[in-house]
C-alpha cells in the first residue's frame, strides 16, 4: 500500500513515495494572509539530498504544531517544519507531494522531499475549520474536512488540488473528520451527524450528494479513515 495514513487526537501522519504510486491517502478570501511553514534543519544537508528519492514519512503534530518529516522504514529525522497556525491533517498525491492542512490557514503543497511550499490553496469563510485530506489517484482532486459543517460545507474538494474549491453541503452533517478516496474515486469520511453519533458519509464518484451510513457500533470519538486497496478501514 503505497499510501499509509495514521491518526489519532494530535497527530496525523503520511507516507510519501518519491516515485509515481496506485493509491491515494478530505466565499473564499484570494487575498488571505499566509504565514508560510518554517524549516527548522535537522539532518545534515548531504543526507536530506539523498532523501529526496526515497520514501519519506510526514507526521503532523497539533501538540507541538509541527511536521516532522523521517526516512522510510529507517525513521531517521530528516526536517521539522514550525510556523503553522494550528497544523492538522497531511496526505499525499501519486507524485509523492504532499499537502499540510492548517486549521488558521491555507493548504500547503510540498514537493517530495521540499522544504518551502510551492502551492497554497485558500480556506476562510465559509469553509472555517478544514482538518484532514485526501488525494484522489483518478483525478488527482483533494478533499479537505472541517470541523464546523452544519451551516457551511461538509467537503471541500479542490479540482486538480488548484484554486477555489467545490463545496458540498449536507444539514445531516454536523462535522467531518478524516476522510480517504478509494481507488474508483469515491470519498468517505468519518463525521458526526447532529446528534453527536459517529457517522460514515460517503461522496460518489461525480455525485453532488452525500450517503449516509449508521455504523454497527456507538464509537467515542472519531478516527482514523485509510483505503487499503480492498477495503476503506474506519
Not at 469520511?189 to 449508521?214: N, T
Request: hydrophobic share 40%.
Amino acid at each position: 500500500n503505497p499510501i499509509m495514513k495514521c491518526t489519532d487526537v494530535c497527530r496525523h501522519c503520511v507516507l510519501a513515495y518519491a516515485l509515481p504510486s496506485v493509491l491515494s491517502g478530505c466565499g473564499f478570501n484570494a487575498a488571505q494572509s499566509v504565514t508560510p511553514a518554517v524549516r527548522m534543519e535537522t539532518a545534515p544537508a548531504d543526507v536530506r539530498a539523498k532523501t529526496k528519492s526515497k520514501s519519506l514519512l510526514y507526521i503532523s503534530d497539533s501538540g507541538a504544531n509541527d511536521v516532522a518529516t523521517y526516512t522510510y522504514p529507517a525513521g531517521m529525522p530528516i526536517d521539522t517544519f514550525t510556523g503553522f497556525g494550528s497544523v492538522a491533517g497531511v496526505c499525499s498525491d501519486k507524485d509523492g507531494n504532499v499537502f499540510v492542512v492548517d486549521e488558521a490557514g491555507p493548504v500547503q503543497m510540498f514537493s517530495h522531499g521540499g522544504t518551502t511550499p510551492i502551492r497554497e490553496l485558500p480556506t476562510g469563510a465559509p469553509f472555517y475549520a478544514p482538518y484532514d485530506c485526501s488525494v484522489d489517484r483518478t483525478t488527482g482532486n483533494l478533499a479537505v474536512t472541517q470541523l464546523s459543517s452544519y451551516s457551511y460545507a461538509a467537503i471541500a474538494v479542490y479540482r486538480k488540488a488548484k484554486g477555489k474549491p467545490e463545496l458540498f453541503k449536507d444539514k445531516q452533517i454536523d462535522v467531518t473528520w478524516f476522510c480517504s478516496y478509494d481507488g474508483s474515486g469515491n470519498l468517505f469520511a468519518d463525521a458526526w451527524d447532529r446528534y453527536g453519533q459517529v457517522i460514515l458519509v460517503e461522496l460518489p464518484k461525480g455525485g453532488k450528494a452525500f450517503k449516509i451510513f449508521k455504523l454497527g457500533q456507538n464509537f467515542e470519538k472519531a478516527g482514523g479513515v485509510a483505503w487499503d486497496g480492498k477495503y476503506i478501514a474506519v
